[in-house]
């Protein structure tokens, strides 16, 4: 048996994503191999001309006549098959001649390698629950496949020399065929054979077919249901018509109550109309048996040609859905009341909201901006009038020293605050929920200078939401101005952020500011009395970063201590050791009496920059501490015991650790310790490279950064 593979590579999707794709898609084929029935391939890979574009449905047809195959299969570009997926369909075929073999569909975020892998522990699902494309009425014995789409299906070649694909359908053309198709074959499953459909985290750069905004597509889509039903009756044992009005009535629930409304596209009379008429080729038998509740009278209504009605009832059925109580959640009360009352209100340009991460704390660059414009050196006036300074913080007893306001997190007065302030400074995302008013500042101070890699310099996306990508491009849009520490930040950040250059600060960060400062070891003799350390002891910064594959939920990520701390008992004389995990970590650590003597968790801790100034060694992994702890020139360790694992799978880095880093990489407990009972001459051998470190990193912080961004931002000149 010869099975031809058909994959369509679009010109306009010949980028290094769609190649990488492409490789994956190759490689899956390549490693098939038969079970019980001997088989071969060939893959007929149909690059498109892009002097003259024809479409995937014009390059499926050429393949068709030129494939020479017992039976095709169509595989797109950026898919791939499972492991064993053709033999096993292949095996099914053979006992069912003549008959069409549909593949289990799984939607995928993941490159091959990692999901065959099974990917990582905790990872997100990766599509949730399949779209509604038939009831659970209908009769699975009838077919099998999704009219929806052609992928997957292994199809007897003497089938397609009677059927092919509409080449004036752009986003619709496996339906008709797919329906021809169901029409006169029975098409049996193979649940044992899985197609991988991957979905793009990248909708900005390289959009996959259904995130593709064009206002044509609901006209295309009554055309292609209506050409898919003209290819055969509406009889009460037909599976392929029975199927068929599934597929139509299970994507106007999708688009009306499930928010797969391509986004950019508004539901506006003519798209409703469209939808409407595709669903009055159901019949009302149909949906009547099929459909129950607020479902049912929503399809009845657009078959009945009441698409405006229909529209307004699946609003309130997803209000419904979402309330909690009578009145809906207070979350959702709070929210109401912003939309409906504080963002009415005219913005206040003198009140200056402050949030650092996430109102964890009063630290970071947020901080110093603050204290900086609340000193005698800054005239704190805006639009003629003092400025009104708000802090969202989450601990009210937190001290923060100045004229000030404190708003808790998502408190009414935080709606309140967000809704009316006339500038917003902050180091993450903000909500993306917030839409900013034309007049406000958003001023972006991020969180530091970059090693792993971010958002869409990011392959895969494997922390708790595949979404990242594009949520990240939301949110990073309202920003007016971004803050960066050097230039390899600044290039960074136009990459990963797709951010333009124009807005990007390289100004320095003014969380390190306190590190220059005159007093600076006053200060920290002051913190390291109020823990409680010992002057006669070192102190040792222990500060990790988080792991995307590691979660309760977004957000909250697990933690285990990598570090044994029995073997760093061993250097307890000498050195006491300060723990800070990173803000997203939702453990806290727990240690006994005894460890209580040489450790503390200072994970809490206001500022980490605080913690920097009374330490004498940092050690740490990929987070972005080192670069903002070079600059007091004292020794930093690289504990990265998962060193492969998160540079080849998880996020990879913006440069090569081993040949930059200002300290040994160490991948053991035993091996950290050994460096700290050595530490003068890790810091000898290290001290070329140290020094070439902070020429590349450091060069612009100098205890004045906060200065220099307000004035860039906040002068009367830029007001």
């Known amino acids: 048996m010869k099975i031809s593979i058909i994959t369509p590579y679009l010109g306009s999707d010949q980028t290094e994503q769609a190649e990488m794709f492409l490789a994956d898609c190759r490689a899956s084929v390549e490693a098939q191999k038969p079970h019980r029935t001997p088989f071969t391939t060939e893959h007929l890979i149909v690059n498109d001309d892009l002097t003259d574009p024809k479409g995937v449905a014009a390059m499926r047809n050429a393949a068709c006549r030129n494939a020479c195959g017992d039976y095709f299969l169509f595989l797109d570009s950026d898919d791939y098959l499972g492991e064993d997926a053709l033999g096993e369909a292949v095996d099914i075929a053979a006992a069912h001649p003549g008959k069409c073999v549909a593949m289990k569909l799984k939607k995928t975020w993941y490159k091959r390698e990692s999901e065959l892998s099974g990917h990582e522990e905790g990872t997100a699902p990766a599509d949730g629950p399949k779209e509604e494309s038939a009831p659970k009425s209908a009769d699975p014995g009838l077919n099998t496949a999704d009219p929806g789409s052609v992928l997957g299906v292994l199809i007897p070649a003497a089938l397609i020399k009677d059927i092919t694909f509409d080449e004036d359908l752009r986003f619709y053309s496996d339906l008709p065929f797919m329906t ?77 109550t499930k928010g797969k409304h391509p986004e950019g596209l508004e539901w506006d009379e003519t798209a409703l109309g469209h939808l409407s008429k595709a669903v009055g080729l159901c019949s009302g038998d149909y949906i009547r048996d099929s459909y129950k509740g607020t479902i049912k009278r929503i399809l009845m209504r657009l078959k009945n040609g009441k698409a405006g009605s229909a529209r307004r009832l699946a609003s309130l059925y997803v209000m419904n859905r979402k309330k909690k109580g009578l009145f809906g959640s207070l979350s959702q009360w709070k929210w109401n009341i912003y939309k409906r009352i504080f963002k009415k209100l005219p913005i206040r340009k003198d009140i200056f909201l402050f949030e650092s991460f996430l109102g964890k704390s009063y630290g970071d660059s947020c901080r110093a901006i603050y204290e900086y414009m609340t000193s005698s050196d800054y005239s704190a006036v805006r639009d003629g009038k003092p400025i009104r300074f708000v802090w ?37 995302r903000q909500p993306a929920w917030y839409e900013k008013r ?197 020794p930093i360790l690289f504990y990265v015991y998962d060193f492969e694992k998160y540079r080849d799978t998880l996020r990879g880095f913006y440069f090569d650790m081993e040949s930059r880093c200002p300290g040994p990489l160490l991948y053991t407990s035993r091996e950290v310790a050994d460096a700290l009972l050595d530490i003068d001459g890790i810091r000898d051998a290290y001290a070329d490279k140290y020094k070439a470190f902070t020429d590349d990193f450091c060069y612009l912080d100098d205890g004045h950064a906060a200065q220099r961004i307000v004035d860039a931002v906040f002068s009367e000149d830029n007001s």
């Open 392 to 428: 969202v913080i989450d601990n009210a007893d937190a001290h923060i020293p100045g004229p000030h306001k404190k708003v808790k997190p998502l408190s009414l007065k935080y709606f309140y605050y967000v809704a009316r302030c006339g500038a917003w400074i902050n180091n993450m």
């Open 180 to 256: 021809a198709l169901m029409n006169s074959s029975l098409i049996v499953s193979a649940e044992g054979a899985v197609y991988y459909k991957r979905r793009h985290n990248d909708a900005v750069r390289y959009p996959a077919l259904d995130q593709i905004r064009d206002k044509g597509r609901y006209a295309e889509f009554e055309l292609s249901c209506a050409r898919s039903a003209s290819k055969c009756k509406n009889t009460e044992n037909n599976g392929a018509y029975r199927a068929l009005e599934g597929y139509i009535c299970g994507f106007a629930v999708n688009r009306l």
């Open 438 to 634: 034309d007049g406000v500042i958003f001023l972006e101070c991020w969180h530091g200078t970059p090693l792993k890699k971010l958002v869409f310099d990011m392959e895969d996306v494997h922390s708790a939401s595949p979404e990242y990508k594009m949520t990240f491009y939301k949110q990073s849009r309202i920003w007016d101005w971004l803050v960066s520490d050097n230039g390899f930040s600044t290039e960074a950040f136009k990459s990963a952020f797709l951010f333009p250059q124009e807005r990007i600060l390289e100004l320095g960060y003014p969380r390190n500011d306190l590190l220059y400062a005159p007093d600076r070891d006053i200060r920290a003799a002051g913190i390291k009395e109020r823990l409680g350390i010992s002057k006669d002891k070192k102190v040792v910064l222990y500060a990790p970063t988080w792991r995307d594959d590691a979660f309760y939920a977004p957000g909250q990520y697990k933690f285990d201590l990598p570090l044994d701390l029995k073997i760093m008992e061993e250097l307890k004389d000498r050195y006491f050791f300060v723990l800070r995990t990173h803000y997203f970590i939702a453990d806290h650590l727990s240690l006994t009496e005894e460890q209580k003597e040489f450790v503390t968790d200072c994970s809490r801790y206001n500022d980490i920059g605080e913690l920097y100034m009374i330490s004498d060694v940092l050690i740490t992994d990929y987070s972005s501490v080192f670069f903002d702890y070079a600059n007091l020139r004292r």
